[in-house]
Every structure is written in structure tokens, then in C-alpha cells.
């Protein structure tokens, strides 16, 4: 009832109202994190996992790896992804699939095979889910639970 | 021919004038809801007559609300987020304590001299209240499940389409009798989203979670 009424009187105020240009509202570009290129067969595999999709978009695809070098530099390594086109979609590892806790990895997601270097504040033994995340709409992509292998 | 024209210009003023006063009035109403918590509210409206009767009005003005709870459970806000069941996690604030002053808008048909019914919304306003404690009850997130979490009331305060409302909003439903010429009693139910904003992205990287509340409520109006 109430939100007929809420409909309602903003119909009234619209019906009253000056029309007014609608200004959309655009993602500021940010700098595009840079991405790294690694000698796998050099280094060690700590964790692994596959991706599966969200429910909004159910055919995302591809496997997520971490490889740790002789220097303990940790990287994320993002192999054959396939996801939908969105904007401002993130890459992100935190400690489940609601996105606690988490750390941006990335500001850009690319279909294929691409390598980002984690940073030093993410706890390997919490932060295991890497996520495909919309920020602009609060939307997962997509998630891969990282075991080890 | 001048005298004429004179007599009809005055007669016009007069008339318009007269109409004016009749149609338009300036309330002030003092209301209380209660059930889920205790929400007292003070505004000042002015209304305009809107047809030849004026017996349909639309009016606007200023109106102060407070509410008081205890245990209100505050259930993930954006809209982006409330599209999926899935998102939707709950703070439990064990009080809830907010004060905001907004500018509503009124829509209110009189059926004659005594009896109106009405329904008026905040639009736009601010909150002002404290910090806030509470449970956080996440079922995906086994970090944060159960774990305690701080919010402050959500400011500015604004009136949107679906769930993109922003902040605290007082709407009414209501009748009113005027058991005088210028005192009315009115009585109907009071619907308000409270919302705090957590001090750290939780879950789904969310810090807005709203109550929403349906109270009874009883009012007393004075027309000036």
C-alpha cells in the first residue's frame, strides 16, 4: 500500500516537475593495473581453482593459479578466463564469495590468460576466493576457490 | 464603461482572494507511532487547493521525526544488492536512536469540513544520531557471521524509485477529523526506512543496511 503511494506522489512530483536533462553518470577512468609476466615453470604452485559463474552470469570460465617465486613475490595468474562483458568489473581476492575482506588485484578484466602481482597485505590462508566483481552494480561475475594442489 | 470594468476587476480580486484563503491552509501536525519502536514527529505544511473546490490538496513544509528502538534488524540497503535474496545480510543494532528533519510532500482530500484522509513523504532531509552497535548475521561470510559491527545513521536522506532511497523517510497514511475549527485529530499508519551506514564495507562490499517499519499511528493538527 505504502508503495503505491510512494509511487504515486512520484509520479505527482514528476507530473509537476520541470523536465531536466539527465546527466549519466560515468565511471571516472582509474589507472589500469599493470600486469606481470612470469616464468611459471620457475616457480611454485601454492593454490589452484577453477572458476564457476554467479547466478546473474552463470558461464564464466577458466582457472586461477598462485605461483610464489625464490623473493616470496606472489602472483595471480588468470588462465583462458571467459566472462560476459561489464563495466567496471574488478578482480579481487577475498576470504569467501560475499567479497569479505577483500583486496583489489585488479582494475581491469580481460578474457584470456593474464598475470597480476599480489600484493603484500593479502593473507594467503584467509583470502582464497578470487572474484570477478562489478563494482559499479554490486554484481558478481564470478568466483574460483583456490585449494591447494 | 470604466465603473464597469472597476466593479468587476475588485469583484475578481475579491473572489480569488477569498478562494485562496478558503482553499489553502497552513497545519501544524504533532503525530506518534509506535509498535516496532517509539517515533514521535513534528511539521509545519502548507497546503494549496487544487480545483475549483479545492477539496484536492497538494502542500509541502518541514517535519522533524525522531525514532527510538530496541533490537531493529536492519537488512542489506542498495538496490543493486536487494535484486538477489543471496546479498541480503542483517544488523541487529541492539538500540537504534535516529533524528531527521525533512521536507515532505502532502497529497490530502477533503471529503467536506470535517473529514480528510492523506498520505504524505520525506523527499529530502538529514539524519543526525549517534554510533550504533550490533550483531552482524552474514550466512556467507563465516569471518564476519555473529561478529559485532558499528554504524551511524545514514545522511543525506533522499527519496528514490524502489530501493534506491537513501537515508531516513517518514511517510504517513492517515484520516483526520477536525473536532473544531481548528483543531483535528488524525489517526492512520506510519511506514519509515531507517538506515545506518557501518563503519567498513561488510559483505558483498555493502556498509548501508535499512529497517523498514509499519507502526500505528495517532496525531493531533492545528490549522492556523
Redesign the interface.
Known sequence: ??TT??????L??ATFALASCNKVEEIAPEDVTPEVTIDTATQTLLLSGDFSGS??HPSTTGKAKIFIDANNNRTLVIENLKVDNGPDLRIYLA????????VEISNTVKNGTNSFAIPSTVNLE?QKVVSI?C?A???SFGNSSLVKP | MKKITAYTLALLLVSIFSFAQDKNTTIIDASAAFGSGFSPSLGITKKWGIGSKGRFK?GTGVRLTNFSGSNIDFITA?A??TI?E??L?TLRLGSAAVTYVAIP?H?EYSFNEKFDIG?N?D?VGLTFGGEQSGTFA?S?????NNSTQVGSPTSPNI?L?GDNDRGSLN?E?YARYWATEKLGIRAG?S?QFIEYTTNRP?????DRFRAKL?QPMIGISYKF
Request: hydrophobic residues 60%.
Open positions: 500500500m505504502f503511494m510512494k509511487y504515486l506522489t512520484i505527482f512530483i547466478s546473474a576470504e569467501d564469495t560475499a567479497i569479505t575482506n577483500f584467509k566483481w563494482k552494480f554490486s554484481v | 497538494i542498495p543493486d544488492l538477489d543471496a546479498n545480510d510532500i497529497l498520505f513523504i523527499v552474514a556467507q561470510s563465516a569471518s564476519l527519496l524509485v511517510s497514511l499508519l511506514f561488510l559483505t558483498f562490499d555493502n509499519m
